[in-house]
């Protein structure tokens, strides 16, 4: 993987195959939940006396939208995996580079999809108030960028640390000190940064559902990215 | 397999390059409200919001907000 473009290559086709690997999943899972939701909000403005008319993108073209955004994500993310991939492979002390990839796949995964999740989880459609979206955009992203920036803080400290520790000849301080700086700037991160302002006027059952397929579909997607890009990656070293 | 390589600088464009088309795709694919169509429809576009539409299913499962 010495070339950046046969990295990125491999990287955005792994990318490409954990979506449609959660394309089946959410197909099968989500899907039914959403079309729940849907009811439940037309309900809702039917009895409010709204009309919202007749929708300009009809249910079916949808569901083909879930899967062309899914290989979209797919694609947007194994190539910014492939980046970060490229900067972090020098701190990762892993022989393969197959094992290095599931270490980065893991540290991005978590960065910026399942940790922001824990703060922001998924909601279904009939949650989310189209006046407060950029606010809650902002509030998302905002803690995407945070959340990998501890991840640079924590290297930083590794960096800083790791000359010291050999003067002082204490061995293996830098490890266990980037993690903890790393755990207390989630921790602090996770309390400090607002929640989610819009109410969830749906029931629970409903929403906490919803949310543990798409969870559980986020992790799936960061998995699968990680095995495929180590098969990917371990094929061309052979060739 | 040499692994530990100084980016060239050549690379380092073309790793910003990548970075940067991610993060196109990102907006267009979890931010987007109508402004990408905006350039071709004109003001219209912010009121179909035919990207978020399309993509509606996906924002929602990827924990993106939505609505």
């Keep these: 993987m010495s070339s950046l473009g046969a990295l990125l290559k491999a990287a955005v086709l792994a990318g490409l195959i954990a979506g449609v690997a959660v394309s089946i999943f959410h197909l099968t899972l989500a899907e039914p939940v959403i079309e729940q939701a849907i009811r439940l909000e037309e309900q809702r403005s039917r009895a409010s006396g709204a009309s919202h ?5 009809s249910r079916a073209v949808q569901k083909v939208g879930l899967v062309v955004g899914l ?13 970060a991939y490229r900067l972090l492979e020098r ?8 094992v290095r990839g599931a270490f980065v796949a893991g540290l991005v995964g978590w960065s910026v999809a399942l940790f922001p999740f824990l703060k922001y989880p998924a909601n279904p459609p009939a ?4 006046a407060t979206i950029a606010d809650r955009q902002a509030l998302y992203f905002g803690f995407v960028a945070l959340s990998i920036a501890g991840l640079a803080l924590a290297l930083a400290v590794r960096r800083i640390v790791a000359p010291v520790k050999a003067q002082l000849g204490i061995e293996r301080l ?9 755990m207390l700037y989630l921790s602090a991160l996770y309390v400090l940064m607002p929640a989610n302002p819009d109410p969830v006027e749906v029931p629970a059952g409903l929403v906490w559902t919803f949310r543990g397929i798409s969870f559980a579909g986020l992790a799936l997607f960061w998995a699968v990215l990680a095995v495929a890009f180590a098969r990917l990656a371990r094929e061309r070293a052979h060739a | 397999m ?6 060239k600088e050549g690379h380092r464009a073309a790793l910003i390059g ?5 993060a196109l795709g990102l907006y ?14 004109g003001d219209i576009a912010f009121d179909m919001n035919l990207l978020h539409e399309l993509v509606h299913d996906a924002r929602h499962t990827a924990g993106f907000p939505c609505h």
């Design chain 2, 28 to 41: 267009v694919l979890a931010l987007d409200q109508g402004f990408v169509l905006s350039v071709f429809q």
């Design chain 1, 71 to 83: 290989l979209l994500y797919g694609a947007i993310w194994g190539l910014l995996f492939g980046v």
């Design chain 1, 91 to 98: 701190h990762v002390e892993a022989a393969s580079v197959a």
């Design chain 1, 53 to 57: 008319g007749e929708p300009l993108v």
């Design chain 1, 174 to 182: 830098s490890r266990p000190l980037a993690l903890g700086v790393y």
């Design chain 2, 2 to 7: 040499a692994h530990v390589q100084t980016p």
């Design chain 1, 127 to 130: 949650v989310g108030d189209p």
């Design chain 2, 18 to 22: 990548a970075f940067l088309l991610g």
